[in-house]
Each structure stands twice: as C-alpha cells, then as structure tokens.
Nanobody
Framework: QVQLVESGGGLVQAGGSLRLSCALS????????MGWFRQAPGKEREFVTT???????YYADSVKGRFSISRDNAKNTVYLQMNSLKPEDTAVYYC??????????????????WGKGTLVTVSS
C-alpha cells in the first residue's frame, strides 16, 4: 500500500533553513501530485506547496520566495527546502500525494494519501 514518511523536522532559529524529505513507498512517485501542508497550533491545516506529476508547482503566498518543492523520482522522494524561516512557520508539516492533477481550489481534498507529519519549530 502507499505510504508516505516525512523526515527532517526540528528546531531552528528564525532566519535559518531546513529541508524536509518525504519518501513514498508502494507506488511510483512520478505518477503522483505531491504536496506539503501544515497545521500550526490552534489553526486549520493549510496549503503550503504542491508539484503536479508533470512538474508545475504552486505555492502559498506566505511561503513564496522562501520555500521550494522538488522531486527526485529515482529516489521516490519529494523535498521541501525552507529558507528564511519565521516563527509563524512553526507547524506540523504533512506530506501528501494525489492520484490526479491538483489545482489550488482542491485544497487538501485533492490529496489521497498523507504522511503522519513532522514538527518544525522556529524560535524567535
């Protein structure tokens, strides 16, 4: 069955960087839309970034210019590079995979599989 396992979360100071990884097993990653969502304390889960299987990507305005999503299809892994981190980036970050093409209006409903999350804490 499809499984997603995130790694790379931790504690970082404001202005620092982290790279999250998400390894997919059970299917070929190149056939999926891959995304990152996050949930901050007391908040709803929100969209961060998504890359469709054919390569186009979307970013939330709050992370545009600071975060980037990339794939390594040979490793069945998707990455989230996070630079210039801010305290408001503190959240549990969830990797997701969708069987079809993802569009912004779909939100989390457009994703079919989810990892269990990795915590990112940004100190001020």
């Amino acid at each position: 069955q499809v499984q997603l396992v995130e790694s790379g979360g931790g504690l970082v100071q404001a202005g620092g960087s982290l790279r999250l990884s998400c390894a997919l097993s059970g299917r070929t990653l190149s056939n999926f839309a891959m995304g990152w969502f996050r949930q901050a304390p007391g908040k709803e889960r929100e969209f961060v970034t998504t890359m469709n299987y054919y390569g186009n990507s979307y970013y939330a305005d709050s992370v545009k210019g600071r975060f980037s999503i990339s794939r390594d299809n040979a490793k069945n892994t998707v990455y989230l590079q996070m630079n210039s981190l801010k305290p408001e980036d503190t959240a549990v970050y969830y990797c997701s995979a969708g069987l079809g093409t993802w569009y912004p209006e779909m939100g989390s409903d457009g994703m079919d599989y989810w990892g269990k999350g990795t915590l990112v804490t940004v100190s001020s």
